[in-house]
């Protein structure tokens, strides 16, 4: 027996989809203001509590828009809701932490080395 949703969310995936993309945004404005602080501090540490107070809002709503995101899509590929919740929250809560993990070791990274650390094209 297969299962259909009778109202599918699609308006809850476009919210998601929005979510996440506005949070987004404003994590990259963010991002580029706290690069611009680190050049110009290059002498002065700024600590890992000065970033992560600044981009942990915006960062928090782009988890929770894939979040919405994602369980939609599973309901509207005939998943029933419980187990859309179940599959899909775990993924975005553990990918979400995954890259939250990978930004800060980046940021701590380029704090350490500086900016030109990054640059590969004046590799050997």
Do not use: H
């Amino acid at each position: 027996m297969y299962y259909y949703p009778l109202n599918p969310p699609y308006f809850l995936l476009a919210v998601g989809l929005f979510i996440a993309l506005t949070s987004g945004v404003a994590l990259a404005g963010t991002l580029k203001l706290i690069m611009e602080k680190m050049q110009l501090n290059s002498v002065e540490k700024l600590g890992s509590r000065f970033w992560s107070r600044k981009l942990f809002v915006p960062f928090l709503g782009i988890a929770g828009g894939v979040c919405l995101f994602l369980t939609s899509g599973f309901e509207i590929f005939g998943f029933p809701p419980l187990l859309a919740y179940i599959i899909g929250v775990p993924i975005s809560l553990l990918t979400s932490v995954l890259v939250w993990l990978q930004l800060g070791s980046m940021l701590a990274f380029i704090e350490r080395q500086g900016m030109t650390s990054l640059d590969l094209d004046s590799m050997p």
